[in-house]
Structure formats: C-alpha cells, structure tokens
C-alpha cells in the first residue's frame, strides 16, 4: 500500500518536472503565436494573456505579401536541390567505400570523415571568394553546391555503414543475373538502402533549411533571401513593430516543425546513429 | 565520427572482380570486360563526392590558410605577404583573446548545465511515465527550428516593455528587459537560448544510449541490494561513456563555431562581451574587408577544432573501443 502510494508521488514529481521543462520550451513560443494576434499596446499591457481584441492583420498580412512565400520557394528550391545531390553524390562514395577494398580507400575515408569537424565558418571567407569567382553570388548554386559538398561527410559516413549491412550473397545473386555495378547499385542497393536514403535526406533538409551564414552572404539580391536571412532581415525592418515580427517568426516556424511532425523518425534515427558510427 | 578504422575484413562486397589481391593491379581487368573495370567504376562513382569536396570544402581551407599569412582586401591576388603577422595580432586583440575566454566559457557551461541536465531529462523519460512520448516530442522540438529563428523569438521575448521577459521580472521584481544589454549576463543569456535549443539533442542521444543497455544490468545491480542511485552511477553511467564523450565533443566543436545565434542577437555586442570567434571573423572578413586578417582567425579556428578532435580522438575516446564494461566504476 505504502510503496503504491510512493510510486504514486514519484510519478508525480516525475510529471512535474516534465511539465515544467515542457512550459520553458512552450511558452515562448506560445507567447509569439498569441503576440503575433496584438498590437504593441496590447503586448505591453497584456504580454502572456489572450489577445483582445484578436488582431489578425499581422498574420494575414504577411500572407499576402510575396515576399514570405518568395523565401519559402527560395529555401525550399534550395533545400531540395541540396539534398538531391547531396545524397546522390555520397551514395555512389559511399557505396565504393563500403564494398570496394582499394588502396587509398582509408585514406579517402578519413579525408571525408574529417571533414565532419571542418567548422563551416573556417571556410565561409576563401568560398565567398571562390563563388564570386565563379560567379556564383545571387545564384542559388552558390548556396547549394557548398551546402552539398559539407553535407557529404555525414552522409557518407551513415550510408556506408548501411551498405556494408547488406549481405554480399545478394550482390553475387545480382551478379548472376547480368547486373553490372551499376546495375546492382541502382535497382539493388538503393532500394534496399530506402530506409537509410530517407534518414540522410531528413538531417540533409534540416541543415539547409537552418542555414543562415551562407546564404546571408551570397545573396545581397533580396529575392533569392531564404527564410532565416528574411526573418532576421524583417526583424531589422520592423524593430519597433514587435507583433508584426512575432507573427512573421511564428510562420517562418510552421514549415520546420511541420516538417518534424512527418519526418520526426528519420531525424532522431539519423542523429543517434550518425553518433554512434 | 567514425572509429579509426582498422576494418579489412569490411570487404565482404565486390565479389564480382577476383576475390584477393585488389591491390595495385586493379586496371589490368580493363580490357576483359564489357563494362567499364574495377577503376572505371571506382572513378565514376567517387568523382562527384571528391570533386564537390575537394572544391568546396578542402580548397577554401588551404585558401585561407594561404590568405591568412598576407594583408589582403579579398579583391585581386594577395601579394602584400606579411608571414605570422596575422596570427600575432589575433593572439595580442584584446577582442579575440576575448573570443577564446568566452568560448571557454561556453564550454564549461554547457558542461556544467547542459549536458547533465540534458542527461537526467533522458534518464526521466526513460521511465515508464505516461505520455512520454509527446514530451519527448516537445523536448527536442526546438531543434528543429533555426538558430535565427529562435535567437529572433527571444530576442522578442526579452524585448523591453513588450516582452515575456519584462512581464516575469515585474512579477520577481528583477530586472530583465536588459539580459541582451548588460556585459555581464549577455553571455549567460546566450548560453541559455543555445541551451533552450540544443538540449533536445543531447538528450535524444542519451535516451537512445540508455535504451540500448540491457535491462538486466541495473535490475541486477538493485537485485543485489544497490540503491537506484548507486546503479545509475556504477552501472547506467559507466555505459553511457562513450555517449556522453560524444556529446562533449559535439558541444566543443559546436561552440567554436558558434555564429548564427550570437549574429542575431547581438552582433557580439554590447562591447564585444559576447563575440564569439566566427562572429570576429565575420566582422574583419565581410565588413572591413580585412580578409587576410579573417582568413587567419578561420585557421585558428579549424586548428582548435582539429587539434582538439586530434587529441580527443586519442586520448579519451579511444577507451570507447576497448568495450565500455571492463572500465566499469573507472575515474568517472
């Protein structure tokens, strides 16, 4: 009786401070959603409270405007243009690495794997040079091809070590029925690697839709601003109209967190195992 | 973050080319074959990746650590060469020793708050308790968002008179609005909005590490009488090891690079009390086109990242490898 009633109160306690750190991670955010509904009267007067009256123009305001959904596109082009060749790229390494021995295959490997720990930053300089150079400045490619190329290490490391699960009886089984490499890597090894794929692709779509120090300085043509530069450009536009930013903050969060609802797995399984490899 | 590899006996593909000896002769093949040979194939496959990082990543840090030892406005060719000039005058700017103090202390912080807070979070939600799931789902939440976004939030949570902060220090009748303003608790506050954002991660990763030791060890370690403590200590810990090592790592090498978080909401400022090392370096790079002295401090930069991987890598988690069980109840 006594012990129910102990684990009763510990289950408690336990709640407690979930909630807790849950209310820390929540009502910031909270207070942006409601503060996005004010005006700066009312965010004075009544910061955490319901809005009163409910003032939507902020919200729709934004949602009228092209410019939002300008860097929605922006961010999303990019996004996907990133990971595309990002995981293409590091799969044909990484399938080479996890089923060919050759000499100077350690070296590459580690070449790649020390490139997980290159602080972006260390080249953001030289690469601004080399993409004006190229050419490449307010030009999508100028944040895609660098995102893809620091993208690679991570995602050859996770999928070569997929790769080398696979058993090499169903390569000599491949073998048998006339498929070449390449054969067996596009209609074999990929499929089976589905799990995988979508893994790298998650944490690839996450890092580039944070990214902010690259294209921050790549793109001085506000068109081509993808949502971390606009929202950190709108917060400078608007400083003193704090709803008006709250609201654009709390929109430009609906596409990660959405993203998170649906891909929630992939992301946690990438982390953990990336770590882990 | 791979082990360092001693795996041979990973090659249990490729069994289509001549099983031993994949050595020098790898070419002589070529001409056997229909399809392109063992190289042909190793070349077409490796190319994108090596070209990509080749250019893109390994070619700007031999770049910079050439620009680093000439004065250079980043236009034209560097040609006015001032050898270790650069790295002397990083190593006496006031402001960039800053950098590494702060730095230190963002480490030490993280080490101190984070990561055992991040730790006993995972250790809770490990519990059989109700509705875990979803608190698990809200605690890692932040980490999707981007580091501006959050740094814009709670620039806006803090923002005097309109903001959260404001209404909650009326409430303590503290001072809040200025934790962004005051040199003494900027970093603090920082610290805690990379916290708020990043703890998710590291206790994802413990709770993933916690679920992969067996059951049975703590059960059997209460079984003979240890106390629930005396198991997470002597038991739960120990195995967490390499977890927890990682997560140091990650924490190091993360706060090196610290940048997008610091940009928005201060600039580094008030009085440089809260610049980081990539935020100097940005500074001298793209505002005052000081590029030679930037590219310097990336150099600095990369060397403390990798310096710091070397030595890690050896020295601490090399016992990773040597089974986590045999140095069980060890210095830690």
Not at chain 1, 27 to 35: D, Q, S
Not at chain 1, 164 to 180: M, N, Q, S, Y
Not at chain 2, 68 to 95: C, H, M, V
């Amino acid at each position: 009786m006594t012990v129910n009633r102990a684990q009763r109160t510990r289950g408690l306690v336990l709640h407690l401070v979930c909630v807790l750190v849950g209310a820390l991670i929540v009502v910031p955010v909270w207070f942006g959603v409601l503060g996005g509904f004010k005006d700066n009267g009312q965010l004075s007067t009544n910061p955490l409270g319901w809005p009163d009256p409910w003032l939507p123009s902020n919200y729709t305001d934004i949602l009228t405007s092209e410019v939002f959904w300008r860097q929605l596109g922006n961010s999303l082009l990019i996004a996907v243009s990133s990971t595309v060749i990002v995981v293409a790229a590091a799969a044909m390494a990484a399938f080479v690495f996890a089923r060919y021995a050759f000499r100077g295959r350690e070296f590459l490997v580690t070449l790649f794997a020390i490139g997980l720990m290159f602080p972006f930053a260390v080249a953001i300089l030289p690469l601004f040079v080399l993409l004006r150079g190229m050419g490449l400045l307010d030009n999508p490619l100028g944040v895609i091809l660098p995102q893809a190329a620091f993208g690679l290490p991570i995602t050859i490391i996770i999928l070569r070590q997929f790769f080398r699960t696979i058993p090499a009886e169903i390569e000599e089984a491949a073998v048998l029925d006339g498929c070449g490499s390449f054969g067996f890597f596009w209609r074999v090894l990929l499929p089976m690697a589905r799990p995988a794929l979508a893994t790298v692709s998650v944490l690839a779509v996450v890092t580039s839709w944070n990214n902010f120090m690259l294209p921050l300085v790549v793109f001085t043509d506000q068109s081509w601003w993808t949502l971390p530069v606009g929202v950190q450009a709108f917060q400078g536009q608007y400083t003193a109209e704090t709803a008006r930013v709250l609201a654009y903050v709390v929109l430009s969060m609906v596409p990660a967190l959405g993203f998170y609802a649906v891909a929630e797995r992939q992301l946690i399984g990438g982390l953990t195992g990336s770590v882990k490899g | 973050m791979t082990r360092p590899s001693t795996v041979s006996d990973a090659r249990r593909g490729d069994p289509a080319t001549d099983p031993p000896a994949p050595g020098p002769g790898t070419v002589r093949q070529r001409g056997r074959q229909p399809r392109p040979g063992r190289g042909g194939v190793l070349a077409i496959f490796l190319t994108p990746a090596l070209v990509l990082f080749l250019l893109l990543v390994v070619a700007p840090i031999l770049v910079a650590s050439y620009a680093s030892l000439y004065k250079w406005n980043g236009f034209g060719l560097p040609e006015n060469f001032i050898g270790l000039d650069n790295y002397t005058r990083a190593f006496q700017d006031p402001t960039f020793r800053g950098d590494l103090w702060r730095g230190f202390v963002l480490v030490l912080l993280s080490l101190v708050v984070q990561l055992p807070a991040a730790l006993a979070l995972a250790m809770l939600l490990n519990q059989p308790l109700r509705g875990r799931a979803a608190y698990r789902l809200i605690f890692f939440a932040p980490y999707v968002l981007s580091e501006v976004t959050t740094a814009v939030l709670f620039d806006l949570v803090f923002s005097p008179n309109r903001g959260l902060g404001d209404a909650i220090a009326t409430w303590l009748s503290a001072d809040a609005g200025t934790v962004f303003a005051d040199p003494d608790t900027v970093l603090y506050a920082v610290f805690l909005v990379v916290s708020w954002k990043y703890f998710g991660l590291y206790m994802m990763l413990f709770l993933a590490a916690r679920q992969g030791i067996p059951k049975e060890l703590s059960e059997a370690a209460v079984t003979d009488g240890a106390s629930a403590w005396q198991a997470f200590r002597h038991v739960t810990l120990p195995l967490l090891g390499p977890t927890i090592r990682i997560s140091v790592f990650l924490s190091v090498i993360g706060t090196i690079q610290l940048f997008d978080m610091v940009w928005v909401l201060t600039r580094g400022g008030p009085i440089h009390s809260s610049e980081t090392m990539a935020v100097t370096m940005y500074e001298y790079g793209f505002r005052r086109f000081e590029v030679g002295y930037a590219s310097a401090i990336s150099i600095v930069m990369f060397l403390l990242s990798l310096v710091f991987a070397l030595f890690y890598q050896r020295i601490v988690l090399r016992r990773d490898t040597a089974g986590a069980i045999t140095n069980q109840g060890g210095p830690r």
